[in-house]
């Protein structure tokens, strides 16, 4: 950063842009400490807003006024860009331009004069009851998983102790052989490839169904019972499940923790995935992550959303979505179950009520529905 900016001055318009992103990227990560693709989001928001200011022929942040905010904002909305594009980025245009009022590089904010486009607010697709039954089932009779709790191996079994704490029977013991192809696929970090040769894979491929099945059921298992993130999933350790009370332990939002409970199924799924698949699945650099990649290493987003697309297109009739649509399934479910909503917003993670309601309507809407159907006077 140049010594201008430290000394609260505007930094010289040759390298301003410069410096300035990189102050406005370290206030990100370090003081509010925003998720990574928090942060991504807003620097490239911002870098398209100072472009727009050097377009119009000005290098100094003395030019940004509320003009060449509205420009910016406009020459989106020409482009197509939707709502709530618009809504993120005059969002942050008023976290950027607060940003640089404090360290003293403009003599105004001129984002408190920005007005927000609301973006839409549509209702989320859930599955049904029954079919939220349906995808859990069919995967459940898919991979022929035992009707009662695995029980975790004794120590007259003598089992070994794998990288990250997970029992591993003493019948299968986890490789450190990196050039062992134990998922028979193409590998590209720890994202499955499926782009490798059917005479490749075929012989290979009957050994790793078995773990692959048993991650798969327990994401989704874990995914339908707690509705948490995606990211959340990805992110849990094998020590963040109690097994003794149910529970798991998540990182949410803002670094926050929350405790969530979870059932029965997801409990039988997640110990089968702990002693039948993790083992075959681990290698030297594992460390603690509860779901594994084809690697090894961590299970990343791309994966998970793959599993619940692909699951979900078994379904006759079920509509496509993605792991965050399980979220919005459990919690309409739980609603209509009889679950008040500031239970639902604690299991959730939502920092505000407000953002929990929009399931209520949700209930509501299907409420509406089936009594359009079934009411002789509807």
Same mark, same amino acid.
């Given at each position: 950063? #140049?010594?201008?900016?430290?000394?609260?001055?505007?930094?010289?318009?040759?390298?301003?842009?410069?410096?300035?992103?990189?102050?406005?990227?370290?206030?990100?990560?370090?003081?509010?400490?925003?998720?990574?693709?928090?942060?991504?989001?807003?620097?490239?928001? =911002?870098?398209?807003?100072?472009?727009?200011?050097?377009?119009?022929?000005?290098?100094?942040?003395?030019?940004?006024?509320?003009?060449?905010?509205? $420009?910016?904002?406009?020459?989106?909305?020409?482009?197509?860009?939707?709502?709530?594009?618009?809504?993120?980025?005059?969002?942050?245009?008023?976290?950027?331009?607060?940003?640089?009022?404090?360290?003293?590089?403009?003599?105004?904010?001129?984002?408190?004069? /920005?007005?927000?486009?609301?973006?839409?607010?549509?209702?989320?697709?859930? /599955?049904?009851?029954?079919?939220?039954?349906?995808?859990?089932?069919?995967?459940?009779?898919?991979?022929?998983?035992?009707?009662?709790?695995?029980?975790?191996?004794?120590?007259?079994?003598?089992?070994?102790?794998?990288? !990250?704490?997970?029992?591993?029977?003493?019948?299968?013991?986890?490789?450190?052989?990196?050039?062992?192809?134990?998922?028979?696929?193409?590998?590209?970090?720890?994202? $499955?490839?499926?782009?490798?040769?059917?005479?490749?894979?075929?012989? #290979?491929?009957?050994?790793?169904?078995?773990?692959?099945? %048993?991650?798969?059921?327990?994401? %989704? $298992?874990?995914?339908?019972?707690?509705?948490?993130?995606?990211?959340?999933?990805?992110?849990?350790?094998?020590?963040?499940?109690?097994?003794?009370?149910?529970? =798991?332990?998540?990182? !949410?939002?803002?670094?926050? $923790?929350?405790?969530?409970?979870?059932?029965?199924?997801?409990?039988?799924?997640?110990?089968?995935?702990?002693?039948?698949?993790?083992?075959?699945?681990?290698?030297?650099?594992?460390?603690?992550?509860?779901?594994?990649?084809?690697?090894?290493?961590?299970?990343?987003?791309?994966?998970?959303?793959?599993?619940?697309?692909?699951?979900?297109?078994?379904?006759?009739?079920?509509?496509?979505?993605?792991?965050?649509? /399980?979220?919005?399934?459990?919690?309409?479910? /739980?609603?209509?179950?009889?679950?008040?909503?500031?239970?639902?917003?604690?299991?959730?993670?939502?920092?505000?009520?407000?953002?929990?309601?929009?399931?209520?309507?949700?209930?509501?809407?299907?409420?509406?529905?089936?009594?359009?159907?079934?009411?002789?006077?509807?």
């Amino acid at each position: 950063m #140049a010594d201008g900016a430290r000394s609260g001055a505007l930094p010289s318009p040759s390298g301003a842009f410069e410096s300035v992103l990189a102050e406005f990227e370290r206030h990100l990560r370090v003081e509010r400490d925003l998720s990574p693709h928090t942060v991504r989001a807003y620097v490239g928001d =911002v870098t398209a807003l100072l472009g727009h200011l050097h377009a119009t022929g000005h290098d100094s942040l003395d030019a940004l006024d509320i003009t060449v905010l509205r $420009e910016w904002l406009g020459g989106q909305h020409q482009a197509g860009r939707s709502r709530a594009t618009l809504a993120r980025r005059s969002a942050c245009a008023r976290v950027f331009t607060a940003f640089c009022h404090r360290r003293g590089w403009t003599a105004t904010d001129p984002g408190l004069l /920005l007005g927000t486009a609301k973006p839409p607010r549509h209702l989320p697709v859930v /599955l049904d009851q029954d079919e939220a039954r349906a995808l859990l089932d069919r995967s459940d009779a898919a991979r022929g998983r035992l009707s009662s709790p695995i029980e975790t191996p004794s120590a007259a079994s003598s089992p070994a102790t794998a990288p !990250g704490g997970a029992l591993v029977p003493a019948s299968v013991e986890p490789t450190a052989d990196e050039s062992v192809p134990v998922l028979g696929v193409r590998r590209t970090g720890d994202r $499955e490839d499926r782009g490798t040769p059917q005479a490749e894979r075929t012989g #290979a491929r009957r050994a790793v169904d078995g773990p692959k099945e %048993l991650r798969d059921i327990a994401m %989704l $298992e874990l995914l339908y019972a707690t509705g948490m993130r995606v990211g959340e999933l990805c992110g849990l350790d094998v020590d963040d499940v109690d097994r003794d009370r149910n529970t =798991v332990r998540v990182l !949410g939002k803002g670094r926050k $923790e929350r405790v969530v409970p979870f059932g029965l199924p997801a409990l039988r799924a997640l110990d089968a995935w702990c002693v039948r698949g993790r083992p075959l699945l681990l290698r030297e650099g594992s460390g603690p992550a509860l779901f594994l990649g084809a690697r090894g290493g961590r299970i990343d987003q791309g994966t998970v959303r793959r599993v619940v697309h692909a699951r979900l297109a078994e379904l006759e009739d079920a509509p496509d979505m993605g792991p965050h649509g /399980l979220r919005h399934t459990a919690a309409t479910h /739980l609603l209509e179950g009889g679950a008040d909503l500031r239970t639902v917003q604690e299991m959730l993670g939502h920092a505000s009520l407000a953002t929990t309601q929009i399931y209520t309507h949700v209930s509501i809407e299907r409420l509406r529905k089936v009594y359009r159907q079934a009411h002789p006077r509807a």
